[in-house]
């Protein structure tokens, strides 16, 4: 088992918390990000910047069990396809079962932005979100090493 980063997207402070919860659980850490980012202190893969070149270096290197963390609801499909654990730097845990919902609404919100309408962004991030990551990261490094 070991924990994959979409770290084209990760915030820093979620880097820290998943670097800390990494060494602690004895779990290798891989982020992969495009060459545009700089990230210090782990193993890494960088790709180049086409569009979802870093998500498919991402979805090959996964296997059943790893843990994924992204922000990217089709990256978090198609890991929970591959039986992966998922989870957002918001601490939201992906599921199965609520994951084709998402999908659909985030169709339905690009076909309103599209059409020249607005769609409400995610809130700024906050202490609370950090909470909720470390909290349920924690849990579901327990759940697969049990």
Known sequence: ??????????????????????????????AISSF????????????????????????NKTNRGD???TQDWGLASLVLSKGGNCIAPSGYVYSKEKIAFM???????AKIRKSGGRTKGPAPRNKEDDERFRKNLELLLKQVNS
């Open 1 to 30: 088992m070991k924990i994959l980063v979409d770290a084209d997207s990760c915030p820093k402070k979620a880097m820290m918390i998943l670097i800390e919860l990494a060494g602690l659980y004895n779990v290798p850490l891989l």
């Open 36 to 59: 545009n980012h700089q990230i210090e202190g782990i193993e890494k893969i960088i790709v180049g910047n086409e569009p979802q070149a870093a998500d498919m270096a991402l979805i």
């Open 67 to 69: 843990i994924v963390v």
């Open 103 to 109: 999908l659909e609404e985030r169709h339905i919100k």
